[in-house]
């Protein structure tokens, strides 16, 4: 079965970095676009990053332009998202997502999600 799992995710000061991994497991992970959202407390799950499956095209949230990276690494079937320059207002629990093509459809799996908390 399909299965993500993040991690990294902790607590740092204004303007640190951290680092979030996804170990993806259950379905053919170089074929599947990716994706990381992350959800605040009281407000909507957004889109944070996507990166196509080669890894060769990205996109990103305008909040988060310029200050996190997202990547992949295919033979490790992970993805990772780089942040640096964080803001209070990035704290929030942060999740892979996956969306897996089956019998003509997209069915969407998500991870278990990881806090990642700025303040000092």
């Known amino acids: 079965q399909v299965q993500l799992v993040e991690s990294g995710g902790g607590l740092v000061q204004p303007g640190g970095s951290l680092g979030l991994s996804c170990v993806a497991s259950?379905?053919?992970?170089?074929?599947?676009?990716m994706r990381w959202y992350r959800q605040a407390p009281g407000k909507e799950r957004e889109l944070v990053a996507s990166?196509?499956?080669?890894?060769?095209?990205?996109n990103y949230a305008d909040s988060v332009k310029g200050r996190f990276t997202v990547s992949r690494d295919n033979f490790k079937n992970t993805l990772y998202l780089q942040m640096n320059s964080l803001k209070p207002e990035d704290t929030a629990v942060y999740y892979c997502?996956?969306?897996?093509?089956?019998?003509?459809?997209?069915?969407?799996?998500w991870g278990q999600g990881t806090q990642v908390t700025v303040s000092s």
């Open positions: 259950g379905f053919t992970f170089s074929s599947t676009a």
């Open positions: 997502n996956a969306p897996v093509y089956s019998n003509f459809n997209f069915i969407d799996y």
């Open positions: 990166i196509a499956n080669t890894g060769g095209s990205t």
